[in-house]
């Protein structure tokens, strides 16, 4: 299977630092990312309501013909209040707007908000003969279901689907259904599942949850350390008399 060369294009500040070095060298077997080209200043959003209309990201973002697809990155509100669209069949514009805000206050990093989305317009890539289709919302479940394709009208629930994401059942059987490479569905399983919160914050959760087992563990831990300090010096006045 041929990775699908996605070209990113950042757009204007990120207000967040991102790091390119990171998505750039995501091991995967889906897609190959690689930062191609940046907008230094954007011009005045000509939404109503300070978004950036597709029609006016087409003529910010050019497609770029040595890669399969484009994905623009922005932090701004897009049309209809979306933080991804389709804006022609290889162009496409993710935004930061709110959501990497949202993911932060939730302890992910916003390489993993980027990554998650990547995957999701990439399987779409993969499904619709190399195509984004124009139907893409279509895919996409009102029901939050931690996978790739929740609807996430409200954006909150962004959160259910970075950590571990999956694509459940009924995606899965939509993607089956279209011609794609054999390896690409065992690719995804088991790379989605390196989208997931750092080893810290695992922890963290872990002890939040579990209180009363964080607690025996400390008391277990702290009478070993204690032991094994009284055995070490117990050994050391054998070699140094003067210890004790
Ligand atoms: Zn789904």
Redesign the pocket.
């Known amino acids: 299977m041929r990775p699908i060369r996605i070209s990113l294009v950042f757009l204007g500040s990120l207000k967040y630092p991102v790091s390119i070095a990171q998505l750039e060298s995501w091991p995967s077997k889906v897609f190959k990312l690689h930062h191609s080209a940046s907008v230094g200043h954007l011009p005045n959003s000509e939404g109503p309501d300070w978004e950036y209309t597709d029609e006016q990201l087409l003529h910010v973002i050019a497609n770029d013909v040595e890669a399969d697809f484009t994905m623009g990155l922005i932090n701004a509100p897009l049309e209809d209040n979306y933080y991804i669209r389709r804006l022609s069949d290889r162009v496409g514009v993710l935004s930061l707007h709110e959501m990497a805000d949202i993911a932060r206050y939730s302890n992910f990093a916003v390489e993993q908000y980027i990554l998650r989305n990547i995957y999701e317009m990439a399987v779409l890539f993969s499904a619709n003969g190399k195509l984004i289709p124009d139907d893409y919302e279509s895919w996409a479940?009102d029901e939050t279901?931690g996978?790739?394709?929740?609807m996430n009208a409200n954006k909150t629930d962004i959160v259910f689907s970075l950590h571990r994401p999956v694509?459940?059942p009924?995606?899965r059987t939509r993607v089956s259904s279209r011609q794609v490479p054999a390896a690409l569905l065992p690719a995804l399983d088991a790379e989605l599942t390196r989208i997931q919160k750092t080893l810290f914050v695992r922890m963290s959760d872990w002890v939040r949850s579990h209180p009363i087992w964080a607690l025996a563990i400390t008391a277990a831990s702290g009478l070993l350390l204690n032991l094994l300090a009284s055995f070490i010096f117990e050994q050391a006045k054998k070699v140094l008399p003067w210890l004790g």
């Open positions: 479940h279901r996978c790739l394709f929740d694509l459940c009924a995606c």
